[in-house]
């Protein structure tokens, strides 16, 4: 679909690229020759990550172990980013979530999300903005957002709440910085099965089964379908296009189903039962940052 250099001599930031759909946009834009620089909160990862893909795609790729809830650490590593060469474009990919009653939520477990979602993609987006109206550049940033956006979704508010937030930054930046050559635009994923958030949001096998009855497609989406939205969003060849919020989720939001309405048929055993499960998934996770 792409030129092989379409990204010969960029540099590129994904966040939470050591994994999911982060590592595959990463992949994709090291085919088409970019630089990538990758950044999450497991080193380990991040490195074994950024190995893999070396080898198979021939390509620059940098691991930057950061917590991007962290304002001061997000600045810290930008600017040493920045100091082995500019920044051409940034994808704000990453995020968490996972299904609860919004009632069993502790202030706690709202903020574990929103500190990802909303606090750390505006603070990596102001330490790269700043510095491309500081030096006169070009810059092009790219969110990856939800459908619920648009509508909002049962089960997931912190998520939803945290994902708006992010769209109408989007919007606003798009109007702000667009004067200055920097153009901000939003990817709406529909289900794309990634270990991490799949654990967290289908922890029942029914309940990865059912959406894909909302979808008119029939079918979940493939990394690499998402990757080349990213690519096109990024390429130079898509200059006049900013503030957009573009869905690729198979028609599923178009059919008023876009969302977790359906959990409200699970029962209270049925929620206790998956809150147990996720709790399992945190504590590996969390077991494999101590590594």
């Excluded at 380990?44 to 990550?49: I, Q, R, S, T, Y």
């Excluded at 606090?119 to 939800?146: D, Q």
């Excluded at 080349?228 to 957009?244: C, F, H, I, R």
Aim: hydrophobic share 45%.
């Amino acid at each position: 679909m792409f030129q092989n250099d379409l990204f010969k001599g960029k540099k590129i930031l994904v966040t939470g690229g050591g994994t999911g759909l982060g590592k595959s946009m990463t992949e994709r834009f090291l085919e088409l020759g970019a630089e990538v620089a990758i950044c999450g909160r497991r080193k380990a990862v991040l490195e074994e990550a950024a190995a893999e893909l070396t080898a198979k795609t021939g390509g620059t790729v940098t691991a930057w172990p950061l917590d991007i809830r962290v304002a001061e650490a997000v600045e810290e590593t930008i600017g040493a980013i920045w100091a082995q060469g500019p920044l051409d474009a940034l994808v704000n990919n990453a995020a968490g979530n996972f299904i609860s009653r919004t009632e069993d939520l502790s202030p706690r477990a709202f903020d574990a999300i929103a500190n990802i979602v909303l606090h750390g993609s505006f603070y990596v987006t102001t330490a790269c903005g700043r510095r491309w109206l500081k030096e006169g550049r070009k810059g092009n940033i790219l969110s990856i957002v939800t459908t619920w956006v648009r509508n909002g979704s049962p089960y997931v508010v912190p998520s939803a709440m945290a994902k708006a937030g992010l769209a109408a930054m989007t919007r606003s930046l798009a109007v702000e910085w667009g004067p200055k050559g920097i153009r901000v635009n939003a990817i709406a994923p529909g289900p794309f099965p990634t270990e991490g958030a799949w654990a967290r949001l289908s922890p029942k096998p029914e309940l990865a089964e059912r959406p894909l009855e909302s979808i008119p497609m029939r079918r979940v989406g493939r990394h690499e379908e998402l990757a080349d939205l990213a690519v096109y969003l990024l390429a130079d060849q898509s200059e006049y296009l900013t503030g957009e919020i573009i869905a690729i989720d198979g028609g599923q939001a178009l059919n008023n189903a876009g969302s977790f309405g359906r959990l409200s048929a699970l029962s209270d055993q049925d929620w206790a039962e998956i809150r147990e499960t996720i709790k399992t998934v945190n504590a590996k996770d969390k077991a494999m940052r101590t590594v």
